[in-house]
């Protein structure tokens, strides 16, 4: 017997034919609205996939001030 084709005799939590209550909604919106998908990536395109402002990340940078060694210590 191979390691891959193991299985115990009785597992407790499985459930091959469950399928929960969100899993089975996000289905039925999926076959019933199949334009869905792309509108949210339409939307991650809008706000996520953006490209980067070199002028703001340079000032970003510029304005770090850096942290002490340990930060829990008080400056007396």
Do not use: N
Not at 9 to 25: C, E, G, K, L, V
Not at 43 to 51: E, S
């Amino acid at each position: 017997m191979s390691v891959l084709s193991y299985r115990p005799a009785m597992f407790p939590f499985a459930r091959p034919h469950y399928t929960s209550d969100t899993t089975q909604f996000l289905a039925q919106l999926k076959v019933e609205r199949p334009e869905l998908e792309a509108q949210q990536r339409q939307g991650r395109a809008l706000l996520w996939d953006t490209g980067m402002d070199a002028q703001f990340q340079a000032q970003a940078k510029a304005a770090r001030v850096a942290q002490q060694p340990y930060v829990y210590q008080t400056k007396a």
